[in-house]
């Protein structure tokens, strides 16, 4: 039975037009401990502190650790929800699966997790693009050295109360296309989310940056395949070369984290029926040369944090490819598949 051991000093909040993403943190956390011996202890919401690890800790020295991330809204009537928590309980188990740790009941944690968002209500901000951001986590706490599996593990979940990704509208980024490093490779763990994956990211986009470029437009292989945007799924908007219109996304091939923004882009898109909607390997050749040739409608990343962020341009190979945003609307920084999205999953 899930056990609670709520704070008797609670904190102030933050004004939610301060908020900062992943920089407040809420009153308390959930915590589950497993052994191999014993399984899985009581779950426990509890006031939100540091953990108490020791230094030879798996976690520490192989990296033994992955994450999830997602939002509860507060809707127009002041009721908290959830969007598609399943998802992402379905994709932790995939994460702690690669990583031999133990799976665990999702409905229950999912049950949990509303029991300490009910705890912690008063985190949830109040107002469109306003939410409080769910972080559930992975991690061997076994304190011996040597790569194995790992006999005990920590399940825990913290919250962030956190504001829209533009608080002042949409911001259109700039790309950066990294030919020498790669963000994931075949049979390797693209499609799981854990922290080694992002780690790694960090140099090539401060690279970017220096260049003077916001992300990284992350490829594989000769031809500089798409993968991801940063740390979104990327999906393509134009003409393709038989003169279609059509949405792409690269595949799920085992190299792209399936986002469950991404699966709610392809549902809602599909659901339009104005233009075909693909899953399928596309490389920047391919881009460069629509651009040129005035076929690329729109590029937008999709993820929890930002929903959806438009690309305004690409650098590849030495160029700039500009990447159209609204035409009708000069002045606008998202074009309109990637706008009518947003306000679409906002509304729901």
């Known amino acids: 039975a899930l056990q609670k051991s709520l704070t008797t000093t609670p904190k102030a909040l933050v004004a939610k037009e301060k908020l900062v993403f992943g920089h407040t943190f809420s009153d308390h956390m959930l915590t589950v401990e497993w052994t191999a011996k014993g399984g899985w202890a ?50 932790m188990n995939h994460s702690v699966e ?22 912690d209500e008063r985190w949830v901000p109040e107002g469109r693009g306003y939410s409080l951001y769910i972080r559930p986590t992975a ?43 790669v963000r994931a490779w075949p049979g390797g763990v693209g499609n799981r989310k854990m922290g080694a994956n992002y780690a790694a990211s960090v140099g090539p986009q401060v690279a970017a940056e220096k260049k003077g470029y916001q992300q990284v437009l992350w490829t594989i292989g000769e031809d500089h395949e798409l993968m991801e945007v940063g740390t979104m799924n990327l999906f393509v908007h134009w003409r393709n070369e038989a003169g279609e219109e059509e ?53 937008f990343g999709a993820g929890t944090a930002c929903v959806v962020t438009p690309v305004n341009r690409i650098h590849f190979k030495g160029k700039d490819y500009a990447v159209p945003l609204d035409p009708a609307h000069p002045e606008s920084q998202a074009g309109p598949v990637a706008g009518r999205i947003y306000k679409t999953l906002m509304d729901i």
């Open 42 to 91: 009581a779950p426990q919401i509890k006031e939100y502190g540091p953990l108490s690890l020791d230094p030879s800790c798996s976690v520490f020295h192989y990296a033994f650790e992955c994450f999830e991330g997602l939002k509860a809204y507060r809707d127009a009537q002041g009721k908290v929800r959830l969007f598609r928590p399943d998802m992402n309980m379905e994709r």
């Open 98 to 119: 690669r990583l031999y740790l133990p799976k665990f009941d999702g409905a229950q944690l999912i049950e949990c997790i509303k029991e300490l968002v009910r705890t």
């Open 139 to 181: 991690i061997a706490t076994e304190n011996t050295l040597g790569v194995h599996r790992a006999n005990s593990a920590l399940l825990y979940v913290i919250t962030s109360p956190c504001g829209p990704y533009f608080p002042t509208g949409f911001k259109a980024v700039s790309l950066y296309c990294d030919e020498t490093n």
């Open 247 to 299: 949405l792409v996304t690269p595949p799920l091939d085992g190299t792209i984290l399936p986002g469950v923004t991404r699966d709610s882009v392809l549902e809602l898109t599909r659901g339009w029926g104005e233009f075909k909607v693909s899953e399928r390997k596309i490389n920047m050749k391919q881009i460069a040369r629509a651009s040129d040739e005035g076929r690329l409608l729109e590029i």
